[in-house]
């Protein structure tokens, strides 16, 4: 009686036995039922069995009942319904061992139809003349199973199964009548197709472009625990060197590239000394400066680091664009560049990371088209272009052309406007000038010596070589000086004449303009000097030198050390992409169905222009969620069922046959919906149950998206050991089946229960929400009927006024079930009344799943009506 998809092995399996729309069924269907549930049931430990029969019929199903208890201990409980005329309940001896519900009428007397426009309560319904008889208003075998369902739904939860059986196995003869007062929570029709939509739309999200990737733990990152990469892929996705691996030596000791670096260290080393001997008072006065030959130590340098440059060039266009091969690890180590084997550079940890890096953006609600979009950007990252590309970012840090304008000189000779040369030295002559009398001759023969100081800086200028034709000439504006000088001295000679300063005077101003001649031809020099240096750049020659060394450390890790857990990485990224994707294109196709099938739904109400033809469009959409449909207990033989049932509890019928979407396991997101209001004539609720429906609680929707979404992370988890072994063939794999299977399951439990019970897969199934987060209604009345004697005094016998005179009069012989599923339990309110949750009986049961709440009280039959017969051989079965 559903389309459900139910597990391979269910704890309690759905065995049909009964009539199909009136008719008999042929024992070889019959037969075909029960091999179908056998299948279905664990392989091992003990098999429950729900069995719904026709009270007439189970002599002649005998047989079908020692096949149940012909594959090991089983245990079974039939639910016979119909039998309202007889006097006695026939029982064949194998159900001695079984426990057996009688239901003479499941609407307890009352009519099982709404009454249609202008007609009473009693008045007949839609289905006059239908049954046994043809008698006015009696039930017809849509309505009867439209009253079953709840109850059977309510018997296929495991614990309310065995409490039952055990409660059938104290009263005589096993038998008993069951009195139910039944609480049904729900969502509107309108509410579960609202939700799983917002869900859907949720879990799929837009193709947006991802963040930048930010590794968890970089200094600096903004990026929160859910966006960071997890540190065992942050080696992979950039051009950082791990920790482990910082100052780790990559030259063979002696090897070619090692001697060009260190050939480079000490020509740069002499450089920078043959630089500070010449800048000081010693390299323009003293012996040891002219020694110094700076140009050929700068062009020694140039050769050396040219050599290290083109040594590191050759090797970086050895590693070519794929993973390092055995003859290019060959190459390299000729070259003098060792690649030893690392646990660092294993990929083995590529793997877990990439799975706990997906996982842990699905668990944070990212949608999925998201996940794959960083997932995407991580194998884009992490994918190694091959140590040749790093050329171009080689002759950023050492150009080519460095090593030729490191050896060629460059002129030498201060800088600065005239002005600020001639000044000085105008300043100094004069000062000397103004001792009367001798200053005539000590101004100008100062401002001449300042000139021929001058001239000195451009003999002893350090772009000069003694040994090589190198020389980057100079100027040093020494004509400038001597006239500046001798104007300066005439000057302070007249000055001093005008003036007659004392005679200590003009010595100590002579002394004055000395001194500030050699300080002043001193600065000059080493001025001179250091922005010869400073144009030679030597300093970035040394920058160079450091920044080879860097990318070669880079290169060796990234691109070649690392390369096969980088290309991995990347692949497995891209597969894992590639799959997240397909449970988005998935999930976007059940909602597309959806929107087809609500357009066809009102395409067909419009044109039938009535409302019952809306709700029949929506009855017939919904039945690939109809958790009651007989398809779901097994129909071997292929044959319909040969009716719908009603929509007066908002659960559809079957799939329009003419061009609708697909149904059943291919697409279990039919549009359709059932309307919430039946129409005239539908089947009406049996007195025994009430029905409170919501509209969705705040917790409804993320609940369901986090289902689907740890739903999606099983369906990965299966697929984790192909992406470690071939990701490209993992990722060329098809997750729509199991996505659609989630699709049906999740879809499945929101029509059963409104998604209060937990999936098989979830992780923390006592921490999800309570039924008022769930569905928005109230648990006051379950609070009611599941308090001290509650419910027990509403119970109403599933039998007519007539049958109650074959009941027993004995009341201690009437048992009581009293059940509630765990959702109703989870989140009430800690402030309830006495008669709520915290006054509840400690003999009810709690169900993991299921939408009932209230009292089952199992009556037992008067000794005389029950008759258990053993069928003689050849007596029909």
């Not at 190694?384 to 950023?396: H, I, M």
């Not at 029949?616 to 039945?623: D, E, F, K, L, V």
Request: hydrophobic fraction near 40%; proline fraction near 8%; aromatic fraction near 4%.
């Amino acid at each position: 009686m559903s389309t459900e998809r139910r597990s391979a092995a269910e704890p309690v399996v759905r065995v049909d036995l009964g009539h199909r729309g009136g008719r008999p069924q042929t024992p070889v269907a019959l037969e075909a039922r029960v091999r179908e549930a056998l299948a279905r049931t664990p392989a091992a430990g003990t098999r429950c069995f729900l069995v719904l029969d026709d009270a007439s019929d189970l002599m002649d199903h005998q047989v079908h009942y020692e096949r149940l208890y012909s594959h090991g201990p089983a245990e079974v409980l039939c639910l016979a319904y119909g039998g309202a005329d007889s006097r006695e309940l026939l029982l064949p001896h194998v159900l001695q061992a079984a426990g057996v519900l009688w239901i003479p009428d499941a609407f307890a007397g009352a009519d099982g139809t709404e009454p249609g426009p202008g007609e009473g309560r009693g008045g007949g319904g839609a289905r006059r003349g239908d049954g046994p008889g043809g008698r006015i208003g009696k039930p017809g075998p849509e309505a009867v199973d439209e009253a079953l369902r709840p109850m059977v739904e309510l018997l296929s939860e495991l614990s309310v199964f065995r409490a039952v059986l055990g409660g059938i196995a104290e009263v005589p003869h096993g038998v008993a009548v069951p009195a139910a007062r039944v609480l049904e929570h729900d969502l509107t029709e309108e509410a579960k197709a609202r939700a799983w939509r917002q869900a859907l739309e949720e879990l799929t999200g837009q193709d947006v472009p991802p963040p930048a990737l930010a590794v968890e733990g970089a200094p600096g990152s903004d990026a929160g625990p859910a966006d960071a990469v997890p540190a065992a892929l942050g080696h992979l996705i950039g051009d950082a060197v791990p920790r482990a691996l910082a100052g780790r030596n990559w030259l063979v000791p002696g090897g070619r590239a090692e001697t060009r670096r260190l050939a480079c260290e000490r020509a740069l080393r002499d450089a920078e000394d043959g630089y500070e001997q010449v800048r000081g008072p010693a390299g323009l006065f003293g012996r040891r400066g002219r020694t110094v030959d700076l140009p050929e130590r700068l062009a020694d340098l140039a050769d050396a680091l040219g050599a290290y440059r083109g040594c590191v060039a050759e090797a970086l266009s050895e590693g070519g664009g794929d993973r390092l091969s055995a003859e290019q690890r060959s190459g390299l180590l000729q070259r003098g560049i060792d690649l030893p084997e690392l646990p660092e550079a294993s990929r083995s940890a590529v793997g877990p990371g990439l799975r706990a890096y997906t996982e842990r953006l699905i668990a944070a609600g990212l949608p999925l088209r998201s996940v794959a979009a960083r997932l995407g950007a991580l194998s884009d990252r992490s994918a190694p272009a091959g140590s040749a590309a790093r050329l171009a970012r080689l002759d950023d840090i050492c150009p080519e052309r460095m090593p030729e304008e490191l050896a060629s000189p460059l002129p030498f000779g201060p800088d600065g406007p005239a002005f600020a040369h001639a000044a000085p030295v105008l300043l100094l002559a004069f000062l000397a000038g103004l001792w009367p009398g001798p200053g005539w001759v000590s101004g100008p023969l100062t401002g001449l010596g300042l000139a021929l100081l001058t001239l000195l800086m451009l003999r002893r200028r350090p772009n000069r070589s003694p040994a090589r034709p190198l020389d980057g000439g100079g100027s040093t504006r020494s004509g400038l000086r001597l006239v500046a000088g001798l104007a300066g001295g005439a000057a302070g000679g007249l000055a001093g004449t005008l003036l007659d300063p004392p005679v200590w005077a003009g010595a100590a101003a002579l002394g004055l303009a000395v001194t500030g001649s050699v300080a002043l031809v001193l600065r000059d020099w080493t001025a001179a000097v250091d922005d010869w240096w400073d144009r030679t750049d030597v300093r970035s020659a040394a920058r160079s030198l450091h920044g080879i060394d860097g990318l070669l450390a880079e290169t060796a890790v990234q691109d070649w050390l690392f390369a096969d857990a980088r290309y991995h990485c990347s692949d497995g990224a891209r597969a894992v992409a590639r799959l997240v994707r397909g449970l988005a294109d998935t999930a976007e196709e059940c909602l597309a169905a959806q929107d087809a099938g609500a357009a066809g739904a009102r395409r067909s109400a419009g044109a039938n222009g009535t409302a019952a033809s809306a709700v029949s469009s929506g009855a017939a959409a919904g039945t690939a969620d109809d958790p009651w449909d007989r398809a779901g207990w097994g129909d071997g033989d292929g044959h319909g069922d040969g009716h719908s049932h009603g929509v007066g509890d908002g659960h559809g019928g079957g799939p329009p046959r003419d061009g609708g979407p697909p149904t059943g396991r291919t697409a279990p997101w039919d549009g359709g919906a059932a309307a919430d209001t039946p129409p005239p004539g539908a089947p009406a609720d049996p007195p025994w149950l009430e029905r409170e429906r919501g509209d969705g609680g705040p917790a409804l929707v993320p609940t369901l998206l986090g289902d689907l979404a740890g739903g999606a992370t099983r369906i990965l988890a299966t697929r984790w050991a192909a992406v470690e072994r071939d990701p490209a063939e993992a990722g060329r794999g098809s997750v729509r089946r199991p996505m659609t299977e989630l699709l049906e399951e999740e879809r499945a439990g929101l029509r059963r229960d409104g998604a209060t019970s937990p999936p098989a897969f979830s992780a923390e199934p006592g921490e999800r929400p309570g039924a008022a987060e769930l569905l928005g209604v109230s648990s006051d009345r379950a609070g009611q009927l599941l308090g001290p004697d509650g419910g027990v005094d509403e119970a109403v016998p599933l039998c007519r006024a007539e049958h109650r005179r074959m009941l027993s009069r004995e009341p201690t012989a009437v048992r009581q079930v009293r059940f509630a599923p765990e959702a109703m339990r989870r989140g009430a309110e800690p402030d309830l009344p006495r008669d709520g949750w915290h006054a509840a009986g400690e003999d009810i049961v709690w169900t993991p799943g299921g939408r009932h709440a209230g009292v089952l009280c199992l009556v037992p039959l008067r000794a005389e009506i029950v008759r258990t017969v053993r069928a003689e051989e050849g007596e029909p079965r």
